[in-house]
C-alpha cells in the first residue's frame, strides 16, 4: 500500500503542502525544547541542533545562540496477525522552532527486500509524521528505516540528516482465510434395488457448502435408515415395493440441497414383483 503521510502544523509564513501523492495535513503543537530533550531521553530516536550566533553589536555581549532542535523516531514493525492484515511502520520527527525545509522518509523491509517506503515533504514545517506499509501480510522478519533532513537556512549548520534503524520484529499472518466455498450439492446414488430381507446400504455424498453436514431423508424402504452425521443408508429391508427417496443434506451454515431417487424392493426369486 502507499504509505499514508501527515504534516504536522506549520508557521503562519507558509502553508504545509506536502509535494507527494495520497498525503493529509494534521495540526499539532509546537513541542518546547524541554519536551523535545523529554522524548530523546525517553525513546531510541536521535536529537539534531541547528544553531548559529545572531544579534552580535546589539548591546548582548557575544550576541544571542539561536538553535533549533529536532527529533527523530519511529515505532517497531507492527500489524499482522491474519493473512490480510496490514503491516506498518511510524516515523516521525518533531522540533521546538519552525524549519525551512524538512524530508522525512520511512522504509519497511521484510528480511533483505524493501516491501514499502514513504517520503513526505513539506516547507515550513515543525515536524512530519509518515507511515509505510503493505496491506497484505507475509510472515517473516522486518525492519523500518527512518531517515530525515531538516533545514533552518539563518543558522549554521543550514541542514543536517540523520537516521535510525529498528531491530528486527517478527511478524505472523496466522492461518489463510478458507477458499470461497461452491453451492451444496448433494451427489445422486442413482437408483437403487435389494431384496426383501437382506441387509442394504449407501454412502451419501455432498459437495460444496461448509462441512460438517448434517443429513435426513424421507421415503426411505421399511426398515432402513440414514446416519445424521455420516450420511450412510443402512438397515435391512422388510417390506416389499416401490420407494421414492428424498435425500437432503444441510451445512453449518444452514444452507440446503436435495436429491431424488427411487429404490426397488423385491421378493427373493421374483424378478417382477
Known sequence: MAGALVGMSSPAQAAATPIVSQSTAMNFRLATTE??????????GKLVTLGSKAAEGKGVSGGVTIQVTCYLDMTLPHGGGSADADILVDGWFTCDDYIH??????ELYRGADRVANTTATYPYVYGIF????????????????????????????????????SYPVYIGCGPPPPPPTGPLVVNNPGNRQSIEGSPASVQMTATGGT????????????GL???????????????????AITVTATDAAGRTASTQFTWAVKRDGCAHC
Open 225 to 243: 435408515s440414514i446416519n445424521s452425521s455420516t450420511g450412510l443408508i443402512s438397515g435391512t429391508t422388510s417390506r416389499i415395493g416401490g420407494f
Open 130 to 165: 509518515a507511515t509505510a506499509g503493505v496491506t497484505t501480510c507475509t510472515e517473516g522478519w522486518y525492519v523500518g528505516i527512518v531517515g530525515a533532513t531538516v533545514a533552518r537556512y539563518d543558522l549554521t549548520p543550514p541542514s543536517d540528516t540523520l537516521s535510525i534503524v
Open 101 to 106: 525545509l524538512g524530508v522525512l522518509t520511512v
Open 35 to 44: 519536551q523535545v530533550l523529554a522524548m530523546a531521553a525517553e525513546g531510541n
Open 211 to 222: 462441512k460438517p453436514y448434517t443429513w435426513s431423508a424421507t421415503g426411505l424402504p421399511t
